[in-house]
């Protein structure tokens, strides 16, 4: 299941996991609703300017809206799709050394947190076993791992290292 991630020297996978693709595509089902008003606003403007260029004799008029409408669409429904395209290349990873995200539709881009850089996280959850994992690296870095299956198994490994973090610090 390891995605082609590449490991350090001697590093050692302690959990893995992919997000649940229902939750992954509909995270932000907000843009839908956004999108849909958008889009019945934009295409109400696409009719008067189509109206428009024909009584006055003014094309331009009926392709000003155009990108309007198109960017409707891709609030609407295109978000969606980019997002479930994109989950077969999502992965999530916790080694004995880092915390590791990957994702990207064309292009993989990894994002890590070293395990002893880790200060905190914070689970949001969405069901009673599904939650969105965000760990930070004091206030300026973070790593986000959307929607988790069962996300007290990462947690456990986080909170340990936390410890070992603090208990490090404190000698």
Not at 6 to 18: N, P, Q
Not at 141 to 160: D, F, K, Q, Y
């Amino acid at each position: 299941m390891s995605q082609g991630l590449v490991l350090e020297h001697g590093e050692t996978l302690r959990w893995e996991a992919r997000p649940a693709p229902r939750c992954y595509t509909f995270r932000h089902w907000r843009h839908s609703v956004f999108g849909l008003i958008f889009l019945v606003l934009c295409s109400c403007w696409q009719v008067l300017g189509f109206s428009m260029a024909e009584t006055y004799a003014l094309r331009w008029l009926a392709w000003l809206p155009v990108p309007f409408v198109l960017v409707g669409l891709y609030f609407f429904v295109g978000h969606l799709v980019q997002a479930r395209l994109e989950w077969k290349h999502v992965y999530y990873a916790i080694t004995d050394r880092r915390v590791i995200a990957q994702r990207g539709l064309t292009r993989r881009r990894q994002q890590f947190i070293e395990l002893s850089d880790v200060t905190y996280f914070r689970l949001h959850r969405q069901s009673e076993q599904l939650g969105t994992l965000h760990v930070h690296q004091g206030k300026e870095r973070s790593v986000v791992l959307h929607c988790i299956e069962h996300p007290r198994r990462a947690t456990g490994l986080l909170e340990e290292a936390i410890t070992k973090n603090q208990t490090c610090s404190a000698k």
